[in-house]
């Protein structure tokens, strides 16, 4: 079971992944829940949880399929996105190609296949001494422009500016890997559609 400490690094993480996936909201084409749509592609992004010693958490795209012409170019869209995010600073932990029936009405169903990246942090990266004493001085200096979480049982300046490092992490975590895998998508599909204009 989960200590205090790592609860709230769940809870903090997911704050600011919600605030990552609100800014995607605002700048795209809004969807349910933690979803968002660009040219014709939906991103969603999980919320944290626990896992190993860490924090992890998903983002996921859906494959274009309108734009393929069968599964096995599913197949190959799905590896040249795997091929395109490998040399990240930061890889995924797994890469998976996700399929998902829904039953849309009657006798009708619509398939889809999405590429799902899950991603891990240790507690340990999360924050650093330099980033807690910055977020204190900021509180210190200015505390409504920079206020820290009232959070019980967190008494101190410092375990609660520890988790506005956390909540400011995971919002620019969220915000870099989903950025990344929308770059991906633009690239992958430049490829194909250049390549199906040469088989032509």
């Known amino acids: 079971m989960a200590n205090f400490r790592e609860q709230l690094f769940q809870q903090f993480a997911s704050q600011g992944i919600l605030v990552s996936i609100g800014e995607f909201k605002n ?48 197949e190959t869209y799905f590896e040249a996105i795997k091929g395109v995010l490998a ?11 996700e399929n998902i029936i829904q039953d849309v009405g009657g006798e009708d169903l619509k398939e889809r296949d999405y590429v799902r990246l899950r991603y891990h942090y240790s507690f340990d990266e999360m924050c650093d001494n ?42 620019q975590e969220a915000t870099t890997r989903m950025e990344r895998l929308i770059e991906a998508n633009q690239q992958v599909r ?10 032509k």
């Open 130 to 171: 330099e980033a807690i004493a910055v977020e204190i001085a900021n509180h210190q200096h200015n505390p409504e422009v920079y206020p820290l979480p009232e959070v019980p049982n967190v008494n101190t300046l410092a375990g609660k500016a520890v988790l506005v490092c956390v909540e400011n992490f995971f919002r």
């Open 190 to 199: 430049e490829n194909f559609h250049h390549n199906k204009a040469v088989a």
């Open 87 to 97: 040399n990240e600073d930061r890889c995924p932990i797994a890469t998976d190609m």
């Open 27 to 74: 700048k795209y084409e809004p969807k349910k829940e933690n979803r968002f749509h660009i040219d014709g592609i939906t991103y969603e992004t999980s919320p944290a949880k626990l896992s190993e010693g860490g924090v992890e958490f998903e983002i996921s795209s859906k494959i274009p399929q309108d734009e393929l012409d069968d599964r096995n170019d599913f």
